[in-house]
């Protein structure tokens, strides 16, 4: 049936700046914030904005996305007519080939827009905190009738070089973009989150595909071709919290934005919220000898011991006289008795064993030997072992220096 | 196909329950934090493979039905089956308009329901029981001894309102049948009850037949040395939920490891509906002791052997002790609170101080303004 607009979230990126956190999951399905994944933000921002059809593209280790995201129910996704689609690449008669590129992946599902015959596509991508309210987006390109509506932020300047920056008129119609240019003439950063009227995307889409030259990517060809044959592209401001965390330091950073007041990340406001499908746990439980404070805790932990300026996912264990500060517990981690976790982010189930010490506080460190120590998913600190400052360690005991 | 099918009766108002039932039945109550009272029978019957679900309704259920729902949450929303809520039909014959006096007479209200089952077995609970029973081996040991009947009951000698006693013989078979006796007598029937479809269906048309309603009177204490009544006792944590200080104990006993090892057992998960709750945050400052937390909370103040819901919040100079608070509760600075329940979205003002007592908890009504 015809959809006005349906979403395209971008979701095989692998991540590998995330090292051991996405060895075994693509970087969407990586926990965020106690009871998130990544994957909730964009998704309980389409179920918020009234988008009830989403293909998700998916394509390194994309086992444990699919069981997450599973039939869309805890998002409203579950729909007879819509709903959320899982598109993995596949196979046709010319072969099978992976996507080569953002705009590639959508290249090769032109099938499955075409279904729903919609006027607009969003597109989006699995790597990004924030709330937005698309609805507001898509209202904004239908009035300046534009083909394409970037969304972007005003950042400070002396950042403006690590991001797509659009330099707009009096209007914000997009006149040129530069990907990380060395002296930026506007501070407006590209969220890499756009709709296009579907028919100029499409021609565009098929026209890219010839080329072989293309690199089959939004930012690098999509976007310049539409500004080179004088497409009208539009910006569209978004001012709230908006983060990539594509990286261990930027996903420890918003991690901790939770839990500073200024930041602008409030995921306990009602207005807008955000979905998760999280296991049916007993609530948290703290007894006598915790000691639990500016921390977030998720239900199915149990604190004995210690916990400080730290976020606690669901099914997390701090032992008796275990120490946590400055750190993020992704669910099922547990800190044994006398252990101590310091700026370190420990992955699902992973576990610290007896007295032992991950992680530094950064003023006990040179700085060039600091950053935040992280224990992959499943991975073991054994008993009394010390995993100093910007050290990793996977699930196969391998210890690395970042 | 599993061989039992779940039949929960959520009809009795439990007036000893006080304010908790003011705008709802004992089956919707909120327990443990997080569940409705129903969500631990729901989820028995889940982990024992059972999809097919009555529950005989009557009363105030509106909060009930909200719950339900479609029965997702504990994967009863099937093609075939699945939950069904089967309200008061509009026979005058067999209800009356008022509501029903017994098992019997709710169950001879929906006995063409009863004709469609599908399962050769039947369980019979109550909605105010707070367990988690492998009920599959409450089957095994029915088959096994060849019961008529065979009822859940435990040894614990806590005296429960209205409660039904069994003198059991050595070999297990129940003897004896005490009706809400004033004082306990042998073990108490946890009201949960397995037998085989065809039994119940001639036992609903023959009470029905010479105007008996009562199971508990008619069937278990009036064919005692007729059918073979068999008991299953449980040793485990269960709790009848008839009254106020019930509740409150109840509750608090889950400040316990083993009670919530017992009863939540990771083998057998409670499943509640999703409350689409962030993670709770707890400011500097506060302090937490020897309390379940559930999700969404904000704390800045001081809570020691609480049991929080969702959403609550607890400002700054707060003291919560020995308190329980539904979801969306939230109190002010400076407020102490002692020995209080709290229903859903209640709010104490500034400064304010509620002090009840174990024996006597005060209970404040849903959405009040202390």
């Known amino acids: 049936m015809k959809k006005e607009c349906i979403a395209m979230l971008l979701a095989g990126g692998q991540g590998s700046r995330l090292y051991v956190l996405t060895e075994n999951m693509a970087k969407p399905a990586v926990p965020f914030g106690g009871k998130f994944r990544i994957i909730d933000f964009p998704l309980s921002n389409c179920a918020n904005s009234g988008i009830d059809t989403i293909g998700v593209l998916t394509q390194y280790r994309p086992l444990e996305l699919n069981r997450y995201i599973g039939n869309g129910q805890p998002w409203d996704l579950d729909r007879a007519d819509g709903g959320v689609h899982i598109l993995p690449p596949y196979q046709s008669a010319g072969g099978a080939t992976w996507f080569k590129g953002t705009a590639n992946a959508i290249y090769q599902n032109i099938g499955f827009v075409d279904m729903y015959e919609p006027d607009y596509v969003l597109i989006l991508s699995g790597d990004h905190i924030y709330k937005m309210d698309y609805a507001a987006l898509l209202a904004h390109h239908k009035h300046t009738h534009a083909d394409c509506t970037i969304a972007v932020m005003e950042v400070p300047w002396d950042e403006a070089s690590r991001f797509g920056i659009m330099n707009v008129d009096s209007e914000d119609t997009i006149t040129e973009f530069e990907e990380k240019p060395k002296e930026p003439k506007s501070n407006l950063a590209s969220m890499g989150i756009y709709i296009f009227t579907w028919k100029k995307l499409r021609e565009y889409l098929i026209a890219d595909e010839k080329d072989p030259a293309s690199s089959n990517d939004f930012g690098k060809n999509i976007i310049p071709a539409m500004l080179g044959a004088g497409e009208k592209l539009s910006a569209y401001r978004f001012e709230g919290y908006w983060k990539d965390v594509g990286t261990l330091d930027s996903l420890w950073d918003a991690n901790m934005d939770m839990l500073a007041q200024g930041s602008g990340l409030n995921l306990l406001d009602k207005d807008w919220p955000i979905y998760a499908r999280v296991e049916s746990e007993p609530p948290a439980y703290l007894d006598e000898t915790a000691e639990v404070a500016h921390s977030v805790i998720t239900r199915g932990t149990v604190v004995e011991g210690g916990v400080h300026n730290s976020v606690l996912s669901q099914c997390c264990t701090v032992a008796e006289g275990a120490q946590v500060e400055y750190s993020i517990l992704m669910p099922g981690a547990v800190v044994e008795r006398g252990a101590k976790v310091s700026y370190a982010i420990l992955g699902e189930r992973a576990r610290v064993g007896e007295n032992a010490r991950v992680g530094a506080s950064p003023e006990d460190t040179p700085p060039e030997d600091w950053g935040i120590t992280v224990v992959g998913p499943e991975a073991e600190v054994k008993a009394g072992h010390v995993l100093g400052a910007d050290r990793m360690l996977n699930r196969e005991g391998k210890e690395t220096v970042r | ?370």
């Open chain 2, 1 to 370: 196909m599993n061989g039992l099918h779940g039949i929960i009766f959520s009809y009795e108002q439990e007036p000893g329950l006080r304010e908790l039932v003011e705008h709802r039945m004992p089956a919707s109550v909120p327990f443990g934090g997080r569940y409705r009272v129903v969500d631990f029978m729901l989820s028995n019957l889940h982990a024992a493979g059972i999809t097919d679900v009555g529950v005989v309704l009557h009363g105030n259920y509106q909060s009930l039905l909200d719950h339900l729902g479609n029965g997702k949450t504990w994967d009863m929303a099937r093609k075939y089956g699945g939950l069904r809520l089967l309200p008061p039909f509009a026979d005058n014959r067999t209800y009356r308009g008022g509501v029903f006096r017994g098992k019997l007479e709710a169950l001879a209200g929906v006995r063409s329901y009863l004709e469609d089952i599908r399962q050769d077995h039947v369980v019979l609970s109550d909605s105010d029981l707070i367990i988690n029973l492998p009920l599959a081996d409450v089957l095994s040991a029915h088959l096994e001894r060849g019961a008529d009947i065979t009822a859940v009951c435990t040894a614990s000698g806590a005296f429960v309102d209205n409660a039904t006693y069994f003198t059991l013989a050595p070999d297990g078979s129940i003897t004896q049948v005490w009706c809400a006796p004033t004082a306990p007598r042998g073990h108490r029937s946890l009201e949960l009850y397995v037998l085989s479809r065809e039994l119940l269906l001639s036992l609903v048309d023959e009470c029905a037949a010479q105007e008996k309603y009562s199971f508990r009177r008619d069937v278990l204490a009036g064919m005692c040395g007729k059918l073979r009544l068999q008991s299953y006792v449980w040793d485990g944590y269960a709790a009848q939920l008839r009254s106020v200080r019930e509740y409150y104990e109840r509750s608090m006993e889950l400040l316990r490891p083993s009670i919530r090892a017992e009863l939540f057992a990771p083998a057998r998960p409670i499943l509640a509906k999703e409350d689409d709750e962030a993670s709770s945050y707890l400011a500097p400052g506060s302090h937490v002791k020897n309390s379940l937390i559930a999700d969404g909370c904000t704390i800045e103040g001081s809570v020691e052997n609480c049991i929080l819901f969702p959403g609550v919040t607890v400002e700054r100079g707060v003291e919560l002790r020995d308190a329980i608070l539904f979801k969306g509760t939230r109190v002010r600075d400076g407020v102490t609170l002692r020995h209080v329940i709290t229903d859903k979205y209640v709010e104490v003002l500034p400064g304010r101080t509620l002090i009840g007592h174990e024996s006597y908890p005060i209970v404040v009504s849903k959405g009040s303004i202390v």
